[in-house]
Nanobody
Framework: QVQLVESGGGSVQAGDSLRLSCAAS????????MGWFRQAPGKEREIVAA????????YYLDSVKGRFTISRDNAKNTVCLQMNNLKSEDTAVYYC?????????????WGQGTQVTVSS
């Protein structure tokens, strides 16, 4: 059974940084596309960043480009999201997700989420 466990959320001031981590277990992590999503109160969940299993391709939501960086360590089964210059609009619950099906456009497994609160 695939399990994803996020950590690293918290409450910070605008302009600060946070690093989210996601530890994966239960399968061949190095084969998976990994992503970070977020959901703010009253809003739909949106994808923030994603990274190919080979680390050669990544995707970022326009509003986080230049501020957030997704990375993965296939030896440690972890994926991280470095968030710099945080803004109040980044406040949300952040979820780690795994896409186990090559070529698919959906994610199969989700973590429990970690809260990020940015005060202006």
């Amino acid at each position: 059974q695939v399990q994803l466990v996020e950590s690293g959320g918290g409450s910070v001031q605008a302009g600060d940084s946070l690093r989210l981590s996601c530890a994966a277990s239960g399968g061949t992590f190095s084969d998976w596309r990994m992503g970070w999503f977020r959901q703010a109160p009253g809003k739909e969940r949106e994808i923030v960043a994603a990274i190919h299993w080979s680390r050669t391709k990544s995707y970022y939501l326009d509003s986080v480009k230049g501020r957030f960086t997704i990375s993965r360590d296939n030896a440690k089964n972890t994926v991280c999201l470095q968030m710099n210059n945080l803004k109040s609009e980044d406040t949300a619950v952040y979820y780690c997700a795994a896409d186990l099906t090559p070529g698919s456009n959906s994610f199969d497994y989700w973590g429990q989420g970690t809260q990020v609160t940015v005060s202006s």
